[in-house]
């Protein structure tokens, strides 16, 4: 199975300042029948289900705002919340689509 | 719009069985998949396996193999997760999520409200 690993843990950020959470993967997502990295990050509030904002590592879902971006290739990927908004508070997950299981970071915890 | 309608909370004893519905709307069913997910109190996510609605194909994670079983029934666009041989360490939220695609897969796109299932003697 492809190992997920999130840095950091917890991460607390002031209003309007950035953020940056990183994700690395035990291999490579790189599919080469259409040259996309395979990750996808998730918010996920409390009592909610996760909401998926990036996949193929960059690409924001419809309807994410612009604040949030994907980056990385290969094995190391970054989100970026370029001006932290109250509304941002969550749990934020990394997962691979490469191959199955499709496993999950751990979560990093993003506090103001 | 896409929802997902997971079936209500559970209670099962050890040993036993449970089965968590998703009730499929606003798209054609049989054309994206649909995985499972386990959230246990206060810890990540875990996915469990997938289902192709059209062909009824299935896929599980190892930890899962022999215990859990996805199904789907298309002409009420609703698919089934069945666990087995429950045990306090599946005492967990349970989701079923749709796999977006544009051309593949990507991830998934909707999920539905989540499903606690406590086991408990």
């Known amino acids: 199975d492809i190992v997920m690993t999130q840095s950091p843990d917890s991460l607390a950020v002031s209003l309007g300042e950035r953020a940056t959470i990183k994700c690395k993967s035990s291999?490579?997502?790189?599919?080469?029948?259409?040259?996309?990295?395979?990750l996808t990050w998730y918010q996920q509030k409390p009592g909610q289900p996760p909401k998926l904002l990036i996949y193929?590592?960059?690409t924001r879902e419809s309807g994410v705002p612009d604040r949030f971006s994907g980056s990385g290739s290969g094995t190391d990927f970054t989100l970026t919340i370029s001006s932290l908004q109250a509304e941002d508070v969550a749990v934020y997950y990394c997962q691979q689509f490469y191959s199955t299981p499709y496993t999950f970071g751990q979560g990093t915890k993003l506090e103001i | 719009q896409v929802q997902l309608v997971q079936s209500g909370a559970e209670v099962k004893k050890p040993g036993a069985s449970v089965r968590v519905s998703c009730k499929a709307s606003?798209?054609?069913?049989?054309?994206?998949?649909i995985n499972w997910v386990r959230q246990a109190t206060g810890q990540g996510l875990e996915w469990m396996g997938w289902m192709n609605p059209y062909s009824g194909h299935t896929g599980y994670a190892q930890k899962f193999q022999g215990r859990v079983t996805i199904t789907r029934d298309t002409s009420i666009s609703t698919a089934y997760m069945e666990l087995s041989s429950l045990r306090s360490e599946d005492t967990a939220v349970y989701y079923c999520?749709?796999?977006?695609?544009?051309?593949?897969?990507?991830?998934?796109?909707?999920w539905g409200q989540g499903t606690l299932v406590t086991v408990s003697s």
């Open positions: 606003g798209y054609t069913f049989t054309t994206y998949n």
């Open positions: 193929w590592a960059s």
């Open positions: 999520a749709r796999v977006g695609r544009d051309g593949y897969n990507y991830g998934e796109d909707y």
């Open positions: 291999q490579g997502l790189l599919y080469t029948s259409n040259n996309r990295d395979y």
